[in-house]
């Protein structure tokens, strides 16, 4: 009878993990449980490379804005010294 280890939790692929090593079982469960770590560092890497991005776009943004601002302030001020 052959396991779908896909299916099983992280904590029942450990269970199985625990018996010994010689096991068929163990070492499918073992490779399921590395496949998962990569796949979640993965992801990780992938979520992280998201915020850099939205981070950079924001901090564009702002300056974008900052610079906006400031060229409607000198022409605020020069409309009312110079009307």
Same mark, same amino acid.
Do not use: G
């Given at each position: @009878?052959?396991?779908?280890? !896909?299916? @099983?939790?992280?904590? #029942?692929?450990?269970?199985?993990?625990?018996? *010994? *090593?010689?096991?068929?079982?163990?070492?499918?469960a073992?490779?399921? $449980?590395?496949?998962? #770590?990569?796949?979640?560092?993965?992801?990780?890497?992938?979520? #992280?490379?998201?915020?850099?991005l $939205? #981070?950079?776009? !924001?901090?564009? $943004? !702002?300056?974008?804005? $900052?610079?906006? !601002?400031? +060229?409607?302030?000198?022409?605020? +001020?020069?409309?009312?010294?110079?009307?």
């Open positions: @009878m052959e396991e779908d280890f !896909t299916k @099983m939790s992280d904590n #029942q692929l450990v269970a199985i993990i625990a018996v *010994p *090593p010689s096991n068929a079982a163990h070492r499918a073992a490779a399921e $449980l590395h496949r998962r #770590q990569k796949q979640y560092e993965n992801d990780n890497l992938l979520l #992280q490379n998201r915020n850099i $939205l #981070q950079t776009w !924001t901090l564009r $943004l !702002t300056i974008i804005i $900052l610079i906006l !601002t400031a +060229i409607a302030v000198v022409i605020a +001020i020069l409309s009312f010294v110079n009307p």
